[in-house]
């Protein structure tokens, strides 16, 4: 038996296993990222089992913590806002609206939009709010 003393250097490495790990990476990079990109949530009201030709599209309001408005993702003042709920409803009369209020927005910001909307008539509307988890 016969033990060879040399040790054997290494001319190249092998970078198989280092482009593996930069592909799976990448494609965890790409996953999270897209999964991490959204728009304001908003919980829509269920559809009913009658089927129909059309179906109002609901809108979002949302306000933030500090004061801004925003219709569906677009940011509005309470004028232009106005402005929009009224060219929709004589569009369509029927629209439903969803209102996303912070929990740490001044009352005040939440108040002026439900009497806004109830001064238009429009009573298609609800308040999105939190489970709570006990």
């Known amino acids: 038996m016969q033990v060879h003393s040399e040790s054997k250097a290494y001319d190249d490495i092998n970078v198989t296993p280092m482009l593996d790990l930069a592909y799976v990476l990448l494609v965890i990079f790409i996953i999270m990222t897209t999964a991490s990109v959204q728009g304001i949530k908003v919980n829509l009201p269920k559809a009913s089992d009658t089927p129909s030709l059309a179906k109002p599209k609901t809108k979002a309001i949302t306000i933030t ?7 569906d993702t677009y940011p509005v003042t309470l004028e232009e806002l106005e402005q929009r709920l009224v060219q929709q409803k004589s ?10 209020g912070d929990g740490e927005v001044q009352y005040r910001v939440v108040v002026d939009v439900l009497a806004m909307m109830g001064k238009h008539d429009i009573t298609q509307l609800g308040l999105v709010t939190q489970r709570l988890v006990q």
């Open 65 to 71: 913590n500090d004061g801004k408005i925003f219709l």
């Open 91 to 100: 569009i369509d009369p029927e629209t439903p609206y969803v209102i996303k």
